[in-house]
């Protein structure tokens, strides 16, 4: 049977770019989303067209109860999981820290960190041969803001994947000897539609000049950090932040 990949927040931008990337690999794709269904759909129809096989399950990966019911959907349409990347991410509008209301920040670490601890709890209950799995890796998307801070901008969004990057070094450590290798991507000024959300939907094109290489990424090119990072390629890599991100 193929490789079965969850991919969470793979309706849009560098989840759905990996979702397509990674069936075109041969695996078996569950993917993810909040609330664009459509979107979603339109990954899951592209990828079943194309011969793979996907699934979309609707969840908010902040719920826990969502959380268990993905892994559950997950278990009785594939049977297994060999790879989690927790992708799901959101950020909201510009904003200087003073004028944050505590909501906001909730709603960013909620999603952000406690939706990659459930998710990555629930892979390693699958994965480890502590519990008779066969091992598997884990990616977590991470951010150059989190070393950069996003002043003036999201210094609440920098703080989450900061904490993301942590996330991923513990629990490295902890399951390495367990079958199951944890790495993370910093992606860094790529162009897809998450800044819209922060309310600045020409922000790459701003900051451009900036990054040495005089561009924004794509997508497309974090995927494929992503999936090398899953591969056997990168068989002896763990606890280990790949930033993507032109230089910058």
Known sequence: MSQVILITGGSRGIGAALARQAAARGYA????YAS???A?????????AGGGQALAVQADVAE???????????????GRLDALVNNAGILETQMRVEDMGAERIR????????????????????MSTRHGGTGGAIVNLSSRAARLGSPG???????????????????????????IRVNAVAPGLIDTEIHADGGEPGRVARLAGGVPMQRGGTADEVARAVLWLLSDEAS??????????GGR
Request: include cysteine; charged fraction near 25%.
């Open 29 to 32: 794709v569950c993917l993810s």
């Open 36 to 38: 664009k269904r459509a």
């Open 40 to 48: 979603a759909d339109a990954v899951v129809a592209e990828i079943r």
């Open 64 to 78: 826990e109860g969502d959380v268990l019911r993905l892994f559950a959907a997950l278990d009785a349409t594939f």
């Open 107 to 126: 709603r960013v670490l909620a999603t952000n960190v406690l939706g990659a601890f459930l998710c990555a709890r629930e892979a390693v209950r699958r």
């Open 153 to 179: 901008e999201y210094v609440d969004y920098a703080a989450s994947k900061a904490a993301v990057e942590t996330l991923t070094l513990g629990l490295a450590k902890e399951v390495a000897a367990e079958g």
């Open 236 to 245: 002896y890599t763990t606890g280990t932040v790949l930033d993507v991100a």
